[in-house]
């Protein structure tokens, strides 16, 4: 990332010295935050800051890292982890930390892929950190539900799938991912062709401002409710709960996977995709995988792996024969489907568990404290790929270890308008792709060997991909894009990611930020910036 710039640039001395500094002031910070949340009533303030040199901070904060390169003795840590278990814990949490003119960094489940939510680029930050506020309450008969920022998408998907058979709900595939960063993020997931994403099902929510104040949809008005609907996470408040609509799902659907070797058919398989999978049935959600492997039958030689992993609201015998006519490249036999209800494809989307075998409440193992080294970027695609282009990046894929998700859009998602949500990636875009690179050696000649990796095959897609701006998604959190360090050229600085993420949203976003948040309080290395004054 970006800040690691800065880190590598001081020598160890001049790291060394930070340090000390920051555990210096760290005493008195917490004296400070203590006597400050005192003055407020119900803030229970003894129990719910944790200072560095508590016994339990190390572990609260390693709990919900989830990028083991964040993770390192030289990672900035927070003065002070606020552990909330209630709303007013968190309005009081705020107060304070606008009156000590304290950074706060919100963390509901730790997945930012640059770790945002828990590290930060300012020398004194507190993270408001929101396991606590986990709990969600469905109800069938409307088809609605509460969820708390902290509670996990696996939580939520047990305790819809407990209430109800047929209903669902649209939002991302890994069951650890927090409620509160992914959806204020503008998350997606299986069911994205159908239902669009989980923003586009969102009823109401609950925010504290900068204020201290609670508000809900009615409260807050729908130019911050907009916002709350995918502009992110940490520029406009914190976000406690939302109100998610369910959407029907079968009681029985079909998953697959099916893969292939580019020394095989593969390019026609990837060539006949990019046609079908963001205009097939709505119903159908093909995700397409492409990972750098060694050969299975030339020794010591390189492929790509394709595969072809896909969801269907529908049974297998529908399944085959749509995609018979559609896509006879790939091959599709009934032996390659996989029938059963949906809580039992989210086991199979999180590992490939078939029915029976795993049962629904692994899906409420938080998995506290493990992760691996990694990296994501993301790009949109707007024309098909030609068969030379295909051809050039599998030898190019081949030089490294970095893979490649395209995951098609269409459907619904080019149904809703670009400003309906402040996610702008609607009609036009055939397939986003994500860059994805994973490694487990510690230390900075892995980090930078696999950082830059990722950045030549960035590069090498350029005239593939989307232009002016290059889009980018905001859930797959890229440093590389552009950081705000909020002096001079703040806005400057915030228009280049932020048209990246937003395109058109990006001023609709500032005013929003502009007119709730005017001082800048809630920010981070890509928040939206205030319009300068
Ligand atoms: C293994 C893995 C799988 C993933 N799969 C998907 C997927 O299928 N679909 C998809 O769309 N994305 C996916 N993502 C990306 C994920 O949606 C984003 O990283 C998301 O922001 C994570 O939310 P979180 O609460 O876990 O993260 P956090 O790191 O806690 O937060 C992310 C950002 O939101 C802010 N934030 C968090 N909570 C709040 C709050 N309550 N109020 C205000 N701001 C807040 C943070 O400050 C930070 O800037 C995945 C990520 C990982 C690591
Ligand atoms: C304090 O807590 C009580 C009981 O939980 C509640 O009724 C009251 O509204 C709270 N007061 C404030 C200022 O949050
Ligand atoms: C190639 O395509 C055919 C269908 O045309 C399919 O049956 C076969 O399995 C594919 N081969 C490979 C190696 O993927
Ligand atoms: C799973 O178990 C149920 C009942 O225990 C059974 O009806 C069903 O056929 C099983 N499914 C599979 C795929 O084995
Ligand atoms: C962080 O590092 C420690 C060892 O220094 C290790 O025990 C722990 O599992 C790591 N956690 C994560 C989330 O990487
Ligand atoms: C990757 O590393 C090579 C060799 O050090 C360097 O020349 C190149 O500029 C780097 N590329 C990117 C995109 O960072």
Redesign the pocket.
Known sequence: MIQSNHTTCLSSVLLFFLLLHVSATSASVYDDFVQCLNTHPNSSAAKIVIPQNNPSFTSTL??Y????R????TTPKPVLILTPTTESHVQASVLCAVQLKLQLKIRSGGHDYEGISYVSSEPTFVILDLFNLRSIDVNAEDATAWAQAGATLGELYYRISEKSKTLGFAAGICPTVGVGGHISGGGYGNLLRKYGLAVDNVLDALIVDVNGKLLDRKAMGEDLFWAIRGGGGGSFGVIISYKLKLVPVPETLTVFRVMSYTEGNATDVVLRWQEVAPTTVDDLWMRMLLQPVTSPTKKGEKTVRISILAEYLGNANQLVSILGKEFPELGLKKEDCLEMSWIESVLWWNDGSTPNVTKPEVLLDRN?????FGKRKSDYVQTPISREGLESLWKKMIEGKTGLLFNPYGGKMAQISASDAPFPHRAGNLFKIQYSVNWDVAGEEATNEYLNQSRVLYSFMTPFVSKNPRSAFLNYRDLDIGVNNFGKNSFEQGKVYGLMYFNDNFDRLVKVKTAVDPGNFFRNEQSIPPLPT
Do not use: E, G, M, V
């Open positions: 390693r709990a890292i989830r990028n083991a964040f993770n390192t003795s506290l404290d493990q992760a691996s």
